[in-house]
T-cell receptor, first 117, second 111 residues
């Protein structure tokens, strides 16, 4: 079974600074997807960024980028120029490329990010 | 484009009762997944429905059941509620094997 681990329960960053959230995962698959989701106090899970394991290039979405290290099974999220609106719980998630029984997401435990003004 | 909606927002039930939670998929999506998120934890996959049939199930007992309707909306039913069923229940819709878009969740409290 796949597992996702986020070893940082809480992180804080000053507004306009850069912060990196860590995620490791365990899988025997060679092809899969990795995601970072953001869950603000409103509770709605919002997709931040997605990475396909077969792509060597790290995904980037505006101020959000990932450092994907396939051999190390590491998938960190870097937030540049942090804004107050970035404060939320961040979840790393894994999904197999091909599912015979549903395209389930496996989530980590989450990292609570605080942005200080 | 209408996003994923869930109802109710909150509800309180007593142990042993039954509950039905509802989800309306994003327009054009044919797959619905349900997740349980206990306080302070990541979401856990309950099951997924595709074209009105269960298409994958997580490690949840049979008293968790669901339905998907022809308009792709969905229900999650939980029988014989237990205290540990208290959680945020998230619904996500997608096209099969594509990104999942989440609703705002239903907060269930079992007393």
């Amino acid at each position: 079974a796949q597992t996702v681990t986020q070893s940082q329960p809480e992180m804080s960053v000053q507004e306009a600074e850069t912060v990196t959230l860590s995620c490791t995962y365990d899988t025997s698959e060679s092809d899969y997807y990795l995601f970072w989701y953001k869950q603000p106090p409103s509770r709605q899970m919002i997709l931040v960024i997605r990475q396909e394991a077969y792509k060597q290039q790290n995904a980037t979405e505006n101020r959000f980028s990932v450092n994907f290290q396939k051999a190390a099974k590491s998938f960190s999220l870097k937030i540049s120029d942090s804004q107050l609106g970035d404060a939320a719980m961040y979840f790393c998630a894994y999904r197999r490329l091909q599912e015979t029984s549903g395209s389930r997401l496996t989530f980590g435990e989450g990292t609570q990010l605080t942005v200080n003004p | 484009e209408t996003g994923v909606t869930q109802s109710p927002t909150h509800l309180i039930k007593t142990r042993g009762q039954q509950v039905t939670l509802r989800c309306s998929s994003q327009s054009g999506h044919n797959t619905v997944s349900w997740y349980q998120q206990a306080l302070g934890q990541g979401p856990q996959f309950i099951f997924q429905y595709y074209r009105e049939e269960e298409n994958g199930r997580g490690n949840f007992p049979p008293r968790f059941s669901g339905l998907q309707f022809p308009n792709y909306s969905s229900e999650l039913n939980v029988n014989a509620l237990e205290l540990d069923d208290s959680a945020l229940y998230l619904c996500a819709s997608s096209l099969v094997s594509r990104e999942q878009y989440f609703g705002p969740g239903t907060r269930l409290t079992v007393t």
